[in-house]
């Protein structure tokens, strides 16, 4: 009997103590938040490249790892469209907002909106140019004009012995867009000192094969051979460009440097074939530092106005032995 009445205290006191448990949860701010489901609303630029099909397979498989739900829109490249992705984001009641921005200006009312739903916005990869900084929470990418100053010391360095003129091509990304303007400010940065260097054409190509290769076409048919670097912001723009100087009898990565950007497979491949000089990294990898950064907003933790990723620049040399390596 007295052994019945012991086993029956000890089950009691157990009760007692998950149920104080359990009401301590659901007081202790924060706490409940561990547990429900994050519903993350992500709206995407588009899928110009392949870098951005990267982008989006690692924000996808990121967010299935985190078991964050989430809501993905493509705004094939359009702001108005992203725009509306992000109302109707808001309209949802999403825990918290991400979106690469597709250019730079114009975001001020929608994300004054999110601030007013109390829904936190997180840019990824590319920055916005706001006054009031406090309509984001933090920029998860890279630094576009670090990598345009790169990409203009790899030339500096590589025409050290060439008295000129070097005239440059440039094909530009989309207009407005954050690395557009800065991987062109960060070129410009580096070789307006050397008067040898002279950028006698730049159009966008949109960060697109197809685009990359009209703008060259047009491009060879005006300066033709006059043409002695072509600094694509982009591998798709490149490949396409690569694409046009083949065309037109000439030898990209021999006769003409190629200069290009993100260090996606096609552009190491390129490198490999000896079609491109140098091709300066910028990792669409961003998925899991973005979920780590949307459960520390949910958990009411800090987080640094910005968060740079790391990248590096492969020349030519290194491309055949480092293509297995690449993860994207
Ligand atoms: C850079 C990214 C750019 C890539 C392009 O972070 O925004 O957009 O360089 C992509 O390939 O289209």
Not at 125 to 139: A, E, H, P
Request: glycine letters at 8%; one cysteine or more; charged letters at 20%.
């Amino acid at each position: 009997m007295a052994n019945t009445r012991r086993a029956a205290c000890r089950a009691l006191g157990a009760l007692a103590l998950c149920s104080s448990i359990g009401a301590l949860a659901l007081t202790t701010p924060g706490a409940y938040a561990q547990d429900k489901q994050i519903t993350l609303g992500f709206a995407q630029v588009g899928a110009e490249s392949a870098w951005r099909t990267a982008n989006t397979e690692s924000v996808k498989s990121a967010a299935a790892d985190a078991k964050i739900k989430l809501k993905f829109s493509d705004a094939q490249q359009k702001q108005e469209n992203q725009i509306k992705a992000i109302r109707s984001y808001i309209a949802q009641k999403v825990d918290v907002i991400a979106f690469s921005p597709v250019v730079e200006s114009g975001w001020e009312p929608v994300l004054r909106e999110a601030k007013a739903a109390k829904i936190p916005v997180i840019l990824t990869d590319r920055n916005i140019d706001v006054k009031d900084t406090s309509l984001y929470v933090t920029m998860i990418g890279s630094d576009f004009m670090e990598e345009g100053r790169r990409g203009g010391h790899w030339l500096a360095d590589h025409y050290k012995n060439d008295q000129g003129p070097i005239n440059i091509a440039e094909l530009q990304g989309t207009v407005g867009s954050a690395p557009a303007n800065d991987r062109h400010s960060g070129l410009i940065e580096v070789i307006k000192s050397d008067p040898k260097f002279k950028i006698i054409a730049s159009q966008s190509g949109d960060f697109t094969l197809a685009g990359g290769k009209q703008v060259m076409e047009a491009f060879i048919k005006t300066y033709g051979n006059k043409i002695n670097v072509v600094y694509a912001h982009n591998d798709d723009m490149a490949l396409g460009a690569i694409q046009a100087m083949e065309e037109a009898g000439m030898h990209p990565g021999k006769d003409i440097t190629v200069v290009s950007f993100d260090a996606t497979k096609g552009g190491f491949q390129a490198m490999a074939a000896g079609k491109m000089n140098v091709d300066v990294e910028c990792s669409p990898l961003l998925g899991p530092q973005l979920m780590s950064a949307v459960k520390d907003v949910v958990a009411g933790k800090p987080l640094p106005k910005r968060i740079l990723t790391e990248e590096t620049v492969f020349p030519m040399s290194v491309a055949a032995q480092t293509l297995p390596t690449r993860k994207y």
